[in-house]
């Protein structure tokens, strides 16, 4: 069975400080990846995605993330990260059969002034 | 934004109660999806749709059941409702014909069973 971790429940920032927030997977073949952000309140918004080809994806509001599959890996980073990026993100893994998506449990990200 | 409602958005019931949540969306896609959110436990699938009158089991399927009559709504049945299944519920949307896996979320309903 497919599952995710992110080994970071809360994680605090100061603004202007890079993040690298981390995903681990485990998925038999060649997984589909996620990753999502939910503001407090609201519903989930997609970030980025990954199905094949170049390893490193960029997404919305400056965020990039690298699949590395020798370390089952789908990390997420930004540069330089600003107030308005306080909010939960999660990573998730896509399954071929009808595209569901097993979710981690969730980074609570604090941006400091 | 894709075009994903859900209501009510807000519920407080007791327990025992039947509830019903409605998910409907106006981009005519495919699949649809009910999950449940909890603090610990990111987000875990209920049921799913692949396509009208068809529908599966979830992880987290015991105690809901759904309903898919037409390709634009999907409902979530508690039959009798428990503390436990006090909750944030979304539903998703996606169709691979449009970008394949990518899962488009809905703005969600709160669930208070007391």
């Known amino acids: 069975a497919q599952s995710v971790t992110q080994p970071d429940i809360h994680i605090t920032v100061s603004e202007g400080a890079s993040l690298e927030l981390r995903c681990n997977y485990s998925y038999g073949a060649t997984p589909y990846l996620f990753w999502y952000v939910q503001s407090p309140g609201q519903g989930l918004q997609l970030l980025l995605k990954?199905?094949?080809?170049?390893?490193l994806v960029q997404g919305i509001k400056g965020f990039e993330a690298e699949f590395k599959r020798s370390q089952s890996s789908f990390n997420l980073r930004k540069p330089s990260v600003h107030w308005s990026d306080a909010a939960e993100y999660f990573c998730a893994v896509g399954c071929t059969s009808y595209g569901k998506l097993t979710f981690g449990q969730g980074t609570i990200l604090t941006v400091h002034p | 934004d894709a075009g994903i409602t859900q209501s009510p958005r807000h519920k407080v019931t007791e327990t025992g109660t039947p509830v019903t949540l409605r998910c409907h969306q106006t981009e005519n896609h495919r699949y649809m999806y009910w999950y449940r959110q909890d603090p610990g436990h990111g987000l875990r699938l209920i049921h799913y749709s692949y396509g009208v009158k068809d529908t599966d089991k979830g992880e987290v399927s015991d105690g809901y059941s759904v309903s898919r009559s037409k390709t634009e709504d999907f409902l979530l049945t508690l039959e009798s409702a428990t503390s436990s299944q006090t909750s944030v519920y979304f539903c998703?949307?996606?169709?691979?014909?449009?970008?394949?896996?990518?899962?488009?979320f809905g703005p969600g309903t709160r669930l208070t069973v007391l």
């Open positions: 998703a949307i996606s169709d691979p014909s449009h970008s394949t896996d990518t899962q488009y």
């Open positions: 990954y199905f094949s080809g170049d390893t």
